[in-house]
Every structure is written in C-alpha cells, then in structure tokens.
C-alpha cells in the first residue's frame, strides 16, 4: 500500500539515515527517530534504511514487523495506551477497557474517526502500585475510573 | 529559604504531582513566602502520592496525599513550619512503613533530587567507584562475589561469578549492558532507581567496566518508560561534563561510555540474548546458550548483562564492603530485596527489607490489606511467569530457595495481590495469551503451545470435554516446561499449573480432584 510521503518527510527520513549510518546496532535508534519525528515508518523508506545500513528490504521489514512499538502507519493525534497486565486486571482493568472501547467506539490498534485517538493495549506501565494504569502520549495516569479515563480523554480531544 | 518536596516520580505524576507542585509555588507567590522547591524522587509510599515533604529543623515533615485543593489550607495552617494539619503524618522518617525497611539499594531515593550530582555527592554517592579504582579488577569482582549478591533480574544467578567469566574472557572490546527492559506486571523498581537515584546505576555500571575492562556501557531501556529516558539522558550527560564518565574516568587514566537505547515494546527483549539482538539491530530472537553473553555477547564480545536492580546495588558493597551487605538476609539469598507491592492492595509501594520477611508480612503489615477490603485470595510473585499462590502459602519467607521449594519464584521481587472475585481459570488463560502475543516464535513448544494453551482453556471453561481438557492441559504445560528454548515458554506453565493446582474449583474441579 503506497501512502502520501511528502518530500519534506523523505529528506528528514534521509537525514536521520545520515545521521545514524555509524552508529552500532543502528537500526533501532534509526527507527525511533522516523517514528518521534513524523509519526510511523513509511514502507517507502525501508529501501532507503537499507541502503544507508548496508541491509536487505527483507531485514528491514522483519524488523520493523517484530517490535510492537513501531508503526507502519500514521496515528490519531495521540496515543491512548491502556494496560492490560496483571495489576492491572487486579483492579479492574478490563471494565476499564471495555468502557474506553465503547466511548471510543473502536477496538484496540484503531483510530477513532476523528483522528484524535489511537487506542493501544500495553503490559504494564511500572505504575502498578496505582493500577489501573493508561498512558497517553507521554503523559502517565494512576487509579483511573471511568469518570477520570472521560476527562483525560476529553482534554486530549480539545487540546489538539 | 525553606525547602518544600514534591515527587517527580512517575507514579507521583501519574496522581497529579506537577499540579501540586505548580499550587504550592503559586500559593507561595501570592502570599509573598519565600521557598525552594525540590522535585524529589518518590519515597515508595505511592498510596500517599502526592507525598510533600517540608524541611524542617527536626527534619522533614510529611503531608500526603497533596491535592491542589489542599494547598491554600495548608498555608493557612502554616505547613512551612510543621503547623497541625489533618495531612501532617509527622516526621518522615518516623513513619513505621518506612523504619522497619533496611533500605541499601534505595538508600537515596525520595530523599535527594534525582537530577543534581552535588546532591548524590553529598549523599555518599561515587564512594563505592573511588574505591573501586584503588583496586584491582579481580579484587572488585572478588568483592562483589563475597557480598553474595545475585542477580536481580529473576534468574538470581550470583553477580560476581558472571563478571569474572567476563574478567576472564579474551577481548580487546568487551561491554557491560543494564537490561533495563522491566517487563513484569508488578514490578517497578527498576523505574524507580532510574527515575529517582539515577547516578546510583550509572556509577554501578562503570565499577562493573573498570572491574572487567569493558569501556562501553549501554542501558536498555523499555520505550514505556518516557520519563526514565529523559532523566538517563540528563544525568548521563552531567556525569560527562563532571569526568564520571568519557575517556578518563576519575583521572583514572581508565575509560568507561555510557548510552541509553530504546526497547520498542517486546517483553521478550528483556532475556539477555534476545535483548543483544535487538541491541544489534536486529529482530529481538532469542540465541541459544551457550555461549554464555559473558563470553560472546554484544556483537559476539564479552558482556556483562545484569538487571538494573543488581547494578545499582554494586556502589554500595563497593563503599561499605562485602562483609556489610552479606550480613543482611537468610540462607543463600544475601543482602536486601526491593520488593514492589502492586495490585489489589491498599498500601502499594517499594519496601526495600532484608530477605526472609515472609509474605504475609508483606501484604498485611505493610500492604495492609486488599485495597477493596476484601479476603486476599491469590497472590503472584515474580512477575507473569510465577506462580499464584494461595492463602496458604502466605507464610513462606521471601528467599529464592524457599521459592523454589514450593514451585514459585521470587524474581524480581514482585507482589501482586487479588481479591476473592478474581477467576483464576481466567488468569491461566490470561498466561497463555500473553505468552501467545509475545512469543519470539524460534521454537514450537512456546509458539504454537500458547496458543493451544488459549484453546483448552476455553475448552475447559465451556465444560467441554472436561476431564479429558484437564489433562491435556496438564501435557501441554509439561512440553512447554520442559521443550522451550527460554523461559517465556519454558516458565508460562508456573502461573497455569499453580492456579490449577491450588485454585481447581475455578477450573470445575471439585476439591478432591484439586490436589494433583
Ligand atoms: N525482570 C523482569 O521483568 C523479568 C521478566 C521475565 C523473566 N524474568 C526472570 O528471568 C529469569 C530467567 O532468566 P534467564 O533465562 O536469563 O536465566 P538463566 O538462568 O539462563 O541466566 C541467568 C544469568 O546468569 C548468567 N550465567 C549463567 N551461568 C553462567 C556462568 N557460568 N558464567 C557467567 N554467567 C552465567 C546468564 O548469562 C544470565 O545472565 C526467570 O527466572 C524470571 O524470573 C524477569
Ligand atoms: C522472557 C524473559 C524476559 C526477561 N525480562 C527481563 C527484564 O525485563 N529485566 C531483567 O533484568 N531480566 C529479565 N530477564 C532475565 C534476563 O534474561 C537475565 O537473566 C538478566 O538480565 C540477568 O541479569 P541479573 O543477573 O542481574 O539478574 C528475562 C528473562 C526472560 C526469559
Ligand atoms: S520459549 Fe518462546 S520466546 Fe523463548 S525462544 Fe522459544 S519461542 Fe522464543
Ligand atoms: S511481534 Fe512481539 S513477538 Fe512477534
Ligand atoms: S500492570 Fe498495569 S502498570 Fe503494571
């Protein structure tokens, strides 16, 4: 699937290749620039990653296919992450969940139609002696009911 | 000027830390009082977070849990001068649920600012590396060999052992790795000392390069921990500028580099090996051992790989001897254990006790109880891959061996507590979904078996079959156990057979047929 990469993003992504081309093990570090920079890693990219890193298409792919963290698409404006490990469950996670899930109306790895959020499950937040736990973007959240996960979401929505 | 404390510690941020803080400074402004605000790290009384803390001639006060609104009122009573309050818990140190920890490891955190190196220098920090560099590598792995420290990671294998395969292993370029990854449901005291003492790991890791002539040093770090990263870096790069690290540590003559690297979101990164692939660059596969990392690890070198936990300890031992830190704990498990209670509990945080404390302990001196004021009814230690353990087994000490000796693990340490309207049928599932979604994939009993694992349970739950499901249940469990190549196939059985086995009636078993 070709997505729209403007040329603007192609010269950051060519950038951040330069940038890492010496580093060791560089393709993590090289992914996790794309992806803070402009949002997901395009597919258009991987010949050029594998160029620069002197890798197979294939190597790249296998890559970026492993890590649950790396995108291949673009995100809402932010990043609902909702924590589904044990702790959590302890604290009633999963109504939790199922409350998101139908404020949201989407399932988990959506974006609502809007574009505002994107819903990601995740294990554990370290926060777990506050479960249970989201994250959105990079902002942490202890204790949350349904009331607080409806505020949080709220801000994010105004605060585009 | 009066000093005034608020936690930057995640935990504390994720309850509204930053707002109580920005309140107090405000309030401040507009009565016109003069004070210094210390963004401190937490003191692992998270059920009070925002824990606020004042400076006082006695020592510091405490106030908690700090709400925005709360901070006019606290003025009016005159907080800055320990004035009586329905939040004033009195003097900090004072507090029962911080005297009866022995805090070594944690010595410094929620008391100093993470972030100032003259505030760790203060506290005793870069003590251990000065000793270290009068000494000969051999003498500083002999140091920590004799302390009896063992890994913190889960596996508890001892820390000095593993740095003298690394001492003794050829290599012109050898490196040291803090797995940094915290996987773990109920574990975050690996956060905690990166977030609040992070200079304590940073100097643990360059004793452990000038020990073994390892000059690199590479923290991996879980990319779920955004605020961990940001305070690494800062304090990394302080401890450059102030020669703590660069090409001549200390004048020493002797280098030692340090780099975080992001994870991106794979549990099973945080085994070692798969963890040097992913550092690699590549897909985070887990290797075969042997070779052991200590002798061909990180881009095939010799690496020391140990937990946050364990190399943050190693300071410590260095300053004050390995005769000190053996002193504390019980059998073979040396020293102290930060141990981090989480769940259904009322009093979660980090209790840093000397091993032998038993579980009960933990969860009602300390935790005090369910946080829903329900019956404890199960308890896992040591993460997704250990063991649920009932009510019955809530006397056992924490030591690893006593662990193993009823078929649990300690790891890393953590405790997660579930009320009576927990299903554990649902939690077995719960294990091999998990296992499922992170598996590595390199071999059958781990990939395929999790997901089978997924389909007997809802076999068993539906009634299917009963009987029959059980037992396949119990087979499958055994091939995992005994055919994995790690142990995120290899230890997913521990939760399985042990709700199985202790909580049966779950399953549809009835309590004859429980004891297996
Ligand atoms: N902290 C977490 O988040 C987390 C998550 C999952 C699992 N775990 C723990 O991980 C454990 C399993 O870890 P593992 O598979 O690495 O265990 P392991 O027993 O294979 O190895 C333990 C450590 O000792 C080293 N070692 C072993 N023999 C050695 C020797 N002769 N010389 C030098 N070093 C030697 C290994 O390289 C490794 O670093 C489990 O028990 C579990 O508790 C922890
Ligand atoms: C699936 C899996 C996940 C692991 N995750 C971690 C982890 O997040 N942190 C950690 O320190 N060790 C983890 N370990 C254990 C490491 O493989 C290794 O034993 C440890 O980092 C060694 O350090 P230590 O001796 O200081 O404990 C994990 C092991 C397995 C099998
Ligand atoms: S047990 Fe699972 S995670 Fe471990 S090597 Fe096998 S497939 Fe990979
Ligand atoms: S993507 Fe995480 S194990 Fe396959
Ligand atoms: S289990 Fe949810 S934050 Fe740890």
Redesign the pocket.
């Known amino acids: 699937m070709v997505t729209t990469l403007t040329a603007v993003d192609l010269e950051k992504i060519q950038a951040h290749i330069t940038a890492h081309k010496d580093v060791p093990g560089a393709l993590l570090p090289l992914l996790h620039a794309i992806q803070d920079d402009i949002g997901y890693i395009p597919e258009e990219a991987y010949p050029l990653m594998a160029k620069g890193l002197a890798l197979s298409v294939a190597e790249v792919h296998g890559v970026v296919t492993f890590y649950h963290h790396f995108r291949t698409h673009p995100a809402g404006k932010h990043v609902l992450q909702v924590c589904r490990a044990e702790s959590c469950q302890a604290m009633g996670s999963e109504k939790l969940e199922a409350h998101i899930k139908s404020i949201l109306g989407i399932d988990f790895h959506q974006t609502t139609a809007d574009g505002a959020i994107t819903l990601e499950p995740v294990y554990c937040l370290g926060n777990c002696a506050c479960s249970p736990a989201v994250l959105i973007d990079e902002e942490l959240y202890g204790r949350v009911d349904s009331q607080k996960i409806d505020e949080i979401i709220q801000e994010a929505r105004s605060s585009s | 000027m009066i000093k005034v404390y608020v936690p930057r510690d995640s935990t504390a941020l994720s309850l509204g830390a930053d707002r109580t803080a920005k309140a107090i400074i405000a309030e401040a402004q507009k009565r016109g009082i003069e004070i210094e605000l210390v963004r401190n790290g937490s003191r692992g009384l998270f059920w009070l977070e925002p824990f606020v803390e004042v400076g006082t001639n006695q020592g510091r006060v405490a106030f908690a849990p700090v709400q925005p609104k709360d901070v006019s009122g606290l003025f009016d009573a005159d907080f800055l001068h320990a004035g009586a309050h329905p939040l004033n818990l009195g003097l900090t140190e004072e507090l029962a649920w911080l005297k009866k920890q022995q805090r070594l490891t944690f010595a410094r955190v929620g008391i100093t600012d993470p972030v100032s190196l003259e505030d760790y220098l203060a506290h005793d920090g870069y003590k251990g590396l000065h000793n270290a560099l009068k000494m000969s590598g051999a003498d500083i792995v002999k140091t920590v060999t004799d302390s009896g420290l063992r ?1 913190r ?5 001892p820390t000095g ?2 740095w003298n ?1 690394v001492l003794g292993a050829k290599g012109e370029q050898k490196y040291v790795v803090c797995n940094a ?4 449901s109920g ?1 975050y005291s690996d956060r905690m000392i990166m977030e609040d003492d992070p200079f304590v790991l940073i100097e643990g890791m360059t004793i452990a390069g000038i020990a073994v002539g390892a000059t690199q040093g590479y923290i991996y770090l879980r990319s779920e921990y955004p605020h961990a990263l940001k305070v690494l870096n800062e304090t990394i790069g302080k401890a450059y500028v102030a020669g703590y690290l660069g090409d001549d540590v200390c004048g020493s003559g002797k280098a030692f580099h340090l780099e975080v690297r992001r994870a991106a979101g794979a ?1 099973v990164c ?3 090996t798969s963890l040097l692939e992913s550092l690699e660059g590549k897909r985070g596969l887990v290797r075969f ?1 042997p070779p ?3 002798i061909e690890g990180l881009f095939g070198k010799p690496t020391i ?3 946050v936990i364990s190399l943050a300890t190693v300071p410590i031992i260095l300053d004050k001897g390995a005769q000190y830190y053996a002193d504390y704990g019980m059998g073979r498990s040396r020293g102290t254990l930060p141990i981090q209670l989480a769940g259904n509990i009322k009093q979660g945080g980090l209790v840093e006790l000397a091993f032998g404390a038993t579980l009960r302990e933990l969860l009602y001196d300390f935790g005090g109880g369910s946080a829903t004021g329900k019956p404890i009814r199960a308890v896992q230690v ?5 063991a649920y353990l009932p009510e019955s087994q809530f006397d056992t000490p924490l030591d690893y061996e006593e662990f193993t000796k009823i078929w649990a ?1 300690l ?2 340490g953590g405790i997660v507590a579930f009320d009576d309207s927990v299903d554990m049928a649902k939690m077995a599932r719960y294990a091999f979904e998990f296992c499922a979604i992170e598996s590595c994939g390199k071999c059958t009993p781990c990939r395929i078996g999790s997901t089978r694992g997924v389909e007997v349970m809802d076999k068993i739950t539906s009634g299917k079959e009963h009987a029959n499901n059980i037992q396949v249940l119990r087979d499958l469990s055994d091939t995992m156990l005994n055919g994995s190549l ?3 196939g290899g ?1 997913t059985p521990y939760p399985v057979m042990s709700a199985l086995n202790h909580f049966g009636e779950d399953f549809g078993l009835k309590q004859t047929e429980t004891a297996a």
């Not at chain 2, 040591?382 to 250990?386: D, R, T």
């Open positions: 890994g990671g889960g596996a508890a294998f052992i593993k395969t990854d915290e996987g773990d574990t549990y945080g085994e070692e051992k052991l990392p200590a790989v140990n937990n040591g993460g997704p891959l250990g693990v790891g890393h790690c142990a995120l230890m």
